[in-house]
């Protein structure tokens, strides 16, 4: 499997092994509808290896730790069983470390995906897969999310609560999981340093927390910069327009550029086009404002209209390109910028300003990509392509996902 991809399971128990060079702390959470564990009986681990329609089972070292889930016992309204993977040894990453999730039917062995995570480095902490419900039929996902700051952040962000240090101490890697059963709550599996007394349990962070967000306003992005589109620690699913402006470099010609947004499924598998030639797409999801023959004039020269709330699940990827399709290059272009806006207040919320320019005559300005927790993030691409058409950006667009 693919980051992103995802397969009906065609067995009803399924388990997931992660084998990895160094020894791995596997666990399980299982995830209502707001992606958030019910309690912390929900997260299910070797200090607690059983819940309602989950497992753990420990390989002692000798053999990769792993989750069994049993689909038809788990709860009404749980829709998502995340797998996770930490190192356990104490701030070790996954640096050079390849694990490799085995989903096995359960009771036969038959193996029905694998998945190892592509570009790892100082993740401290992965979700690896997720076995999920999507319309009646249970499925696995690929997901490969690292986070840097362990196996506690991966539950803190899934609402576990977790015991911290003091606010005023300097924070500590989390310590290693110790295979042997303390008799205390979920929440001390990660506790503090003994000479530092337990403090309440902090609140889970909002979802995109440590990434820059919305919550302070306008966000101006550089090349290759990303921002999660969350506010108020809630994920934006309303409707944003997607401004594209140029103007013609200075003493030159009207310039005929054209403004595209490419979709895309979880193994980035073109699912549409949305340009001047086709005005709405995902069942009218995503709407074009049409086509501006010269440039002139201030303010954004097309809009794309995007209803994040009902952008289909299969929808994972949204590309942003311009293309100059009388054959002029960027070069003849200036002051090119892509900007999100809520449609409701006009707000603006993020920029991008092009500052370079090469003499080609397609750009990819911007992406927007569907986390698995279901939030948004928009990254600032700023890449030239030899192409006059939406057609020729297909390809490059995908490999810029």
């Not at 989750?67 to 996954?94: K, L, M, W």
């Not at 691409?381 to 390809?395: L, N």
């Amino acid at each position: 499997m693919t980051p992103g991809s995802n397969l009906p399971l065609n067995a009803v128990r399924v388990t997931v092994d992660v084998a990895a060079p160094v020894r791995l702390d596997v666990s399980g959470l299982l995830l209502a509808a707001d992606g958030k564990v019910r309690s912390d009986a929900d997260f299910i681990f070797y200090n607690q290896p059983a819940g309602p329609g989950v497992s753990y089972r420990s390989g002692g070292g000798a053999a990769p730790d792993s989750i069994t889930v049993d689909t038809s016992a788990v709860p009404p309204g749980i829709e998502r069983i995340v797998v996770t993977a930490s190192p356990d040894a104490a701030g070790q990453s996954f640096q050079g470390v390849e694990p490799t999730a085995t989903v096995r039917d359960a009771d036969g062995g038959r193996v029905i995906a694998s998945f190892t995570p592509p570009r790892l480095g100082t993740e401290t902490a992965l979700v690896v897969v997720e076995v999920y419900l999507r319309g009646g039929v249970w499925k696995v996902r690929a997901v490969g999310q690292g986070y840097a700051n362990g196996l506690a952040g991966i539950a803190t962000d899934f609402g576990v609560s977790v015991d911290d240090e003091p606010a005023a101490a300097a924070p500590a890697p989390v310590p290693a999981a110790v295979h042997t059963p303390p008799p205390a709550p979920v929440a001390a599996a990660f506790p503090p340093p003994p000479q530092a007394p337990p403090v309440a349990p902090a609140a889970p962070p909002a979802p995109g927390a440590g990434k820059i967000n919305l919550d302070k306003g306008r966000v101006s992005l550089q090349k290759n910069q990303t921002v999660s589109l969350v506010k108020g620690g809630r994920p934006l699913l309303s409707q944003v327009k997607m401004g594209l402006g140029w103007e013609p470099a200075y003493g030159g010609r009207d310039i005929d550029l054209d403004a595209s947004v490419i979709a895309y499924g979880p193994q980035r598998n073109h699912i549409d086009s949305c340009y001047f030639g086709k005005l709405s797409i995902l069942g009218g999801a995503i709407k074009h404002s049409g086509d501006n023959l010269t440039g002139e004039g201030a303010g954004d020269d097309e809009v794309i209209v995007v209803d994040l709330g009902r952008i289909p699940a299969e929808a994972t990827g949204l590309v942003f390109t311009v293309n100059s399709f009388s054959g002029q290059k960027f070069t003849e272009v200036a002051k090119a910028y892509c900007r999100l806006i809520d449609a409701a207040s006009g707000e603006e919320l993020v920029r991008f300003d092009l500052t370079g320019a090469e003499p080609q005559t397609g750009v990819m300005m911007a992406k927007l990509i569907k986390q698995f927790s279901g939030e948004w993030e928009m990254t600032a691409i700023g890449d030239f392509v030899k192409s006059r058409t939406v057609r020729g950006m297909v390809k490059p667009a995908a490999q810029a996902l």
